[in-house]
């Protein structure tokens, strides 16, 4: 059974970057959607980026367009979330997660594997 773990949270002030990773175990990950979602107190789970197999077509949420960036590594089990020009409202706890579809998809009700999530909390 696919299981993952994040790294790569803390805080961070406004405008600067942190890099999150998750380390995968337990299956590759060649055949399976990537996403990564968070969760503010009090909010519902959201996904933020995702990235399917094979062509490695990535989709972001509109609030993180142009700052975040998904990446993958199948031989090594790894998946990357680069976020740069972090705001306030990142804030959050990170997920990663993998879903059997091979669709760009950030619902999370089609993810089927979960990571405990890493905290990031950007400062203003």
């Known amino acids: 059974q696919l299981q993952f773990v994040e790294s790569g949270g803390g805080l961070v002030r406004t405008g600067e970057s942190l890099r999150l990773s998750c380390a995968a175990s337990g299956a590759n990950l060649e055949h399976y959607t990537i996403g990564w979602f968070r969760q503010a107190p009090g909010k519902e789970r959201e996904g933020v980026a995702c990235i399917i197999p094979l062509l490695y077509t990535t989709t972001y949420a509109d609030s993180v367009k142009g700052r975040f960036i998904i990446s993958r590594d199948n031989a090594k089990k790894m998946v990357y979330l680069q976020m740069n020009t972090l705001k306030p409202e990142d804030t959050a706890v990170y997920y990663c997660?993998?879903?059997?579809?091979?669709?760009?998809?950030?619902?999370?009700?089609?993810?089927?594997?979960w990571g405990q999530g890493t905290q990031v909390t950007v400062s203003s």
């Open positions: 997660a993998a879903s059997r579809t091979t669709i760009a998809t950030m619902g999370r009700n089609l993810y089927d594997y």
